[in-house]
DNA sequence: CGGAGCGATAGACATTATCTATTGATACAG
DNA sequence: CTGTATCAATAGATAATGTCTATCGCTCCG
């Protein structure tokens, strides 16, 4: 059964006419009689009773109007939907980010996501690393914002680097590091307090003051807030991402550029044959453009 | 865009496979490939993410999704009623009868038919001859029992004889030609009394008995059943239908044979265009076998 | 690095739809 | 009652579309 022959019979019905509901959809008169009749044929149902003067519909097509009606209707919704989809800066888009990303440039890009891409509904979700891949891969997400990778030890996945985040130290006030005008990563190692596992940003601070493994005992912050009223409190040094410098500050945090400028880059990370790729683009590059020139001025302590 | 195509859509989805799919709908791979490709064109919508691995639909296809299956499923319920509607022995039957016979044949007729054609829904429409031409050329009648025609004054509708119905003399029991056996029909002229106009026994009574016009003044029966209460009131004599005889009898009515043998005979009319004419057959012929042997007895006075 | 699995592509072929021209039936006017 | 007009049906040619087989290119995996 076909979709056009539905929509002939529908203006045969309409016009109780062949030769005018042929003008209507654009076919000649034999067209319509014959695929009317082939219609009449897989139905196993006669649907008109035609005459020199007029063709009627029967009972049975009566009875089935309502039915050809739904089909063309939802045949025509399709159309119209998909006509509202197809624009791939419009629709859903679901954007995996990290924890000790997520609260700090989350309010940053909200607006001007807002603006620059105004069809466009970015839905963040807030997960770590390893949570976000595999939302990746199974399509729970569209892309995601992380601070790893960059390399190609994910084939089916793409990234591009948005832009780079230094770390910071982020000392107790009382705290002898916090004398000096810049702190160099290794003598944060001695009492350095980090995320619990799964974290990224737990590995690259430790990384990053040259420790491999991580202190002991039960002070692993579950998140950056955590960790944040920890060092305030006096339990020990940490690295921080550049974003959360104003929430340090705000908790008491005393801040220091670091000597090697240490630091992560954040990158958006999608699936290689994600086919919007185009808004995976839109959006970072809204990113990026809100972000140019942080680094500098992150890292210099400017915050 | 195509009932097939859409088909082929669900097929993908439901095995994120093409292979697979296509085995389903048993084709080949390329064909579904190239057919899911032309509804991407068509829609202006990526419908799939492939890989190698897997092959998801996009949130555009989810969103469309349920109107696909809006529109396969409408086209399903076409196919499901048609198949319903094949029988041109089942379904709703409109037959048209004129009001002299409908009281006194429906109940002879109604069971045989229920039992020789179970599945038609037979529904009878009580008027007079020419409003119920009037309902078979605007097709609200399929079909319908006259007592007039038979002719081909009515090229586009044809019919075919049920039975013939003798006139019998209705007297009232006082009156003097209820002491004959058998009644001549011109001895009923004098003091005939008929149906008001547009019932076709008028007519016929009136022509059977030699007479052109009617008799005047304010005595023309609405009804059937009013015209017999007026000659059991002795206002009068008249010729009624064989089949009414009983009702006739029941009213206290004397009943004698007609000289000349007048009557009508019943016919079943109907489009000559009408595509169910096995219906309008199966029924005449319930009719006619119901009323065989009728004629003969009705005319002879056994009753 | 080679084979297996999968979807995409190319080109031949089959099916189906559509067209023009015409027929046959019916109604209407002279 | 005959010619004309109208309409759907039919025939045959052509165009459009779908489908097939064979093959490619990619990716994953041993």
Chains 1, 2 share one sequence.
């Not at 529908?10 to 009317?36: D, N």
């Not at 340090?248 to 999608?270: E, K, S």
Request: charged share 20%; proline share 6%.
């Amino acid at each position: 059964m076909n979709l056009r022959d539905l929509r002939y019979l529908l203006a045969v019905v309409e016009h109780g006419h062949f030769g005018r509901a042929a003008e209507v959809c654009g076919v000649s008169q034999p067209t319509l009689s014959v695929q009317i009749r082939k219609l009449e044929a897989l139905l196993g149902v006669t649907l008109f009773e035609r005459t020199s003067k007029t063709v009627a519909p029967t009972i049975a097509c009566e009875r089935l109007l309502d039915h050809v009606r739904g089909a063309v209707a939802a045949a025509d919704s399709i159309l119209a939907v998909a006509r509202g989809l197809r624009d791939p800066l419009a629709g859903q888009f679901r954007l995996g980010i990290i924890p000790t990303l997520a609260p700090y440039l989350l309010p940053l890009i909200f607006a001007p996501l807002r603006e620059a891409l105004p069809a466009l509904d970015v839905e963040p979700w807030e997960d770590q690393t390893a949570s976000l891949f595999e939302r990746l891969r199974s399509h729970e997400l569209d892309a995601a914002l992380l601070a790893t990778g960059g390399s190609n030890d994910e084939p089916d996945l793409t990234s591009q680097p948005l832009f780079a985040e230094p770390f910071i130290a982020a000392l107790p006030p009382e705290h002898p590091l916090a004398a000096r005008e810049v702190v160099a990563e290794e003598d944060l190692a001695e009492d350095i307090l980090v995320l619990s596992e799964g974290h990224c940003l737990r590995d690259q601070a430790l990384a990053a003051c040259g420790r491999s493994g991580a202190m002991g005992g039960p002070l692993r912050a579950a998140s950056l807030s955590t960790l944040l009223n920890m060092v305030a409190a006096g339990y020990g040094t940490t690295l921080i991402p550049g974003l959360a410098a104003g929430a340090a500050q705000d908790a008491g945090i005393v801040l220091r550029p670091l000597a090697a400028r240490a630091g992560r880059t954040i990158r958006i990370v999608w699936r290689a044959r994600f086919p919007r790729r185009v808004a995976v683009e839109a959006v970072g590059k809204v990113i990026a453009t809100r972000l140019r020139g942080f680094a500098e001025g992150a890292a210099a302590g400017t915050i």
